[in-house]
């Protein structure tokens, strides 16, 4: 299909375990994004890709997490020493422009989720 | 500091009307967009509508507009003649720079 995957979509984990979740963004998209909805809330952002590199990381809510892209297309959300509130959704959208400083226009399409379960 | 706030946290009207859902933010920038995105229970987010901050006009987008109140940084969406289809989770959303935040949502139900 032509629209952002991401996989696992379930994925359960024991406390103190690592997980990856993988995105594959639009291709073409030079912009991806990871998101985290908790349950009952909306997405919030955690990290953004232009390209290859973490253009902004500020996002992330610990040295936990950590993601790359190293191509400029898959991403991969890595978390290590799992926590039970870890629990949530993990969104990733791509655009096929992400400007720093310039007029944000470009519409983020929005994966299915990697749905992250923590006992 | 709460940059995105919807006050409804849910939503019903009856099919055939229009309703509106509200939103406002909090922003410094001059240069800042609004999105409107829906969740439906399967979980996907779907972009309904944008509003730059520049744009003077309000956005429409078939049976969705945004009433973009740029001094009360109001950007409410309006759907006119709701379906049943549209019950759904909505987001209200700015992005500033680099990331996007999101409002905590509401949940519009739709009554036949």
């Known amino acids: 299909g032509a629209g952002v995957s991401q996989t696992p979509s379930n994925k359960v984990t024991e406390k103190g375990k690592y997980v990856e979740l993988r995105c594959d963004p639009i291709s073409g998209h030079t912009a991806l994004y990871w998101y985290r909805q908790s349950l009952g809330q909306g997405p919030e952002f955690l990290i953004y890709?232009?390209?290859?590199?973490?253009?902004?990381d500020s996002g992330l809510p610990n040295d936990r997490f950590f993601a790359v892209r190293p191509e400029g297309s898959v991403s991969t959300l890595k978390i290590q020493r799992t926590e039970r509130g870890d629990s949530a959704v993990y969104l990733c959208a791509s655009s096929f422009v992400g400007l720093a400083g310039g007029p944000p226009l470009e519409e983020q399409f929005f994966g299915p989720g990697t749905r992250l379960t923590v006992l | 500091a709460q940059k995105i706030t919807q006050t409804q946290p849910g939503m019903f009207v009856q099919e055939k009307e229009a309703v509106t859902l509200d939103c406002t933010y909090d922003t410094s920038d001059q240069s800042y967009g609004l999105f409107w995105y829906k969740q439906p229970s399967s979980g996907e987010m779907i972009f309904l509508i944008y509003q730059g901050s520049y744009d003077e006009q309000n956005a429409t987008e078939g049976r969705y507009s945004l009433n973009f109140q740029k001094a009360r940084k109001s950007a409410n969406l309006v759907i006119s003649a709701s379906q049943l289809g549209d019950s759904a989770m909505y987001f209200c959303?700015?992005?500033?720079?680099?990331?996007?935040?999101f409002g905590a949502g509401t949940r519009l139900t739709v009554k036949p």
């Open positions: 959303a700015m992005r500033e720079g680099n990331d996007m935040r």
């Open positions: 890709f232009q390209g290859t590199g973490a253009a902004d």
